[in-house]
Nanobody
Framework: QLVESGGGLVQAGGSLRLSCKAQ???????????MAWYRQAPGKQRELVAS???????NYVDSVKGRFAISRDNARKTVYLQMDNLQFEDTGVYYC????????WGQGTQVTVSG
């Protein structure tokens, strides 16, 4: 089970830090798995935003490069997404999953950027 948290309402230019805990993954499965954050804006398909491998290699969609930072804490089976200089276009529901999207999706966390 994936549990996302940390979303909220923020003004443009603000910051949020999202967390995702993979509650039911065992550590030996979580650690070698590339994890990712996705987002779904209203009326749009879910898109990949950022990923982080077991060796902590990161990748980002162009629109968030330089503003978002993905990280992971294997001991806590948790993935984070630090989002700075948020823009209106970042509004949406944020989800985490593996890069293969092979886990049941969690409820996501809503990020709303105003102004």
């Amino acid at each position: 089970q994936l549990v996302e948290s940390g979303g909220g309402l923020v003004q443009a230019g603000g910051s949020l830090r999202l967390s995702c805990k993979a509650q039911r993954m065992i550590t030996s499965t979580f650690n070698p798995t590339t994890m990712a954050w996705y987002r779904q804006a209203p009326g749009k398909q879910r898109e990949l935003v950022a990923s982080i491998s077991s060796t902590k290699t990161t990748n980002y969609v162009d629109s968030v490069k330089g503003r978002f930072a993905i990280s992971r804490d294997n001991a806590r089976k948790t993935v984070y997404l630090q989002m700075d200089n948020l823009q209106f276009e970042d509004t949406g529901v944020y989800y985490c999953n593996t890069i293969a999207r092979n886990l049941e999706w969690g409820q996501g966390t809503q990020v709303t950027v105003s102004g």
